[in-house]
C-alpha cells in the first residue's frame, strides 16, 4: 500500500523557516515528479513547487526565491525549505506524486503567527 506521510510542520513566527518532509513507501518514486501543494483557510488547494526525477524544479511565483525543493531518492523522500515565512503561507501543506496514478499526503499544519 502506498503512503506519503509529511511532517515539519508546526508554528514558527513571520520571518522563520522550517523544512518540510514527505516520506513515500510502497513503491518508489525516483522516476516520477513530486510536488507541494497547500490549502489554505478558505481558499483552493494551490501548486507549489515541483521536483522532476531529474532534479529541475517549478514553483509558484510568489514562493521563487523563499521556498526550495528537493529530493532524496534513497530515502525515496521529498522536502520543502520554507524561509522567510509570512502570515499568509498559513495552510495545510501536501505532498504528491502522479503517473498513471495520483497519491496525496494527509497534509501537515503550517502556522505562521505575525
Known amino acids: 500500500q502506498v503512503q506519503l506521510v ?32 497547500r490549502q489554505g483557510p478558505g481558499k483552493e488547494r494551490e501548486f507549489l513547487a515541483r521536483i522532476t526525477s531529474g532534479g529541475s524544479t517549478a514553483y509558484l511565483d510568489s514562493v521563487k526565491g523563499r521556498f526550495t525543493i528537493s529530493r532524496d531518492n534513497a530515502k525515496n523522500t521529498v522536502y520543502l525549505q520554507m524561509n522567510s515565512l509570512k502570515p499568509e503561507d498559513t495552510a495545510v501543506y501536501y505532498c504528491n506524486v502522479r503517473g498513471s496514478f495520483d497519491y496525496w499526503g494527509q497534509g501537515t499544519q503550517v502556522t505562521v503567527s505575525s
Do not use: K, N
Open 6 to 37: 509529511e511532517s515539519g510542520g508546526g508554528l514558527v513566527q513571520a520571518g522563520g523557516s522550517l523544512r518540510l518532509s514527505c516520506a513515500a513507501s510502497g513503491r518508489t518514486f525516483s522516476s516520477y515528479s513530486m510536488a507541494w501543494f
